[in-house]
């Protein structure tokens, strides 16, 4: 079975800072990673979806990398504001589409 | 606008109560799923379905029922509910390996 690991658990920034979130994975036969995004009490919001076939994707201050060999992937946050403040999650799929693991989570706090 | 829809959004009940989440999306996705979120444990995948009439067992699937008559359409039944399926529960949806839209989630407690 998928097992997904996201290190940090918790991270706390000051506005501005760039930062990285670390995701890694067991089994690298994935047909593609989605980032996720998740306010407190809400829904999640896909942020990124990498191809297996890629090497990263990017959507404004947002760039996420993925090496399926090492079972790795990271979400790159550029310039982060308070309003980034969330929990992020990482999903690997190893079904196509129809399987989804997830890890934990890794709950952003940015301060002004 | 692009959405899962869930409801309720809140319900509290008592142990053996039947009850019936509905969930539907307005996209024409084929894939829509239910996922239950636990602190400590994060979001596991309940069941899934790839079309009409096509449905399959996810991780955590004891105690729930699904059904997929239409294509816009997942309900999640707990016919028996226990105080163990205390949850917040979330549908999604997406196109074949596409990116995953999810709802609002339904904030469940079972007394």
């Known amino acids: 079975k998928q097992e997904v690991t996201q290190i940090p658990a918790a991270l706390s920034v000051p506005e501005g800072e760039n930062l990285v979130l670390n995701c890694s994975f067991t089994?690298?036969?994935?047909?593609?990673l989605q980032w996720f995004r998740q306010d407190p009490g809400k829904g999640l919001t896909s942020l990124l979806l990498i191809q297996s076939s890629q090497r990263e994707q990017t959507s404004g201050r947002l760039n996420a990398s993925l090496d399926k060999s090492s079972g790795r992937s990271t979400l790159y946050i550029a310039a982060s504001q308070p309003g980034d403040s969330a929990t992020y999650l990482c999903?690997?799929?190893?079904?196509?589409?129809?399987?989804?693991?997830f890890g934990k989570g890794t709950s952003l706090l940015v301060t002004p | 606008e692009a959405q899962v829809t869930q409801n309720p959004r809140y319900l509290i009940t008592v142990t053996g109560k039947k009850l019936t989440v509905t969930c539907s999306q307005n996209?024409?996705?084929?894939?829509m799923s239910w996922y239950r979120q636990d602190p400590g444990l994060g979001l596991r995948q309940i069941y899934y379905s790839m079309n009409v009439e096509v449905t399959d067992k996810g991780d955590v699937p004891e105690g729930y029922k699904v059904s997929r008559k239409e294509k816009r359409n997942f309900p999640l039944i707990l016919e028996s509910p226990s105080p163990n399926q205390t949850s917040l529960y979330f549908c999604a949806s997406s196109q074949y390996t596409g990116e995953l839209f999810f709802g609002e989630g339904s904030r469940l407690t079972v007394l």
């Open positions: 089994d690298s036969a994935i047909y593609n």
């Open positions: 996209m024409n996705h084929e894939y």
């Open positions: 999903a690997p799929d190893s079904n196509s589409g129809y399987a989804l693991n």
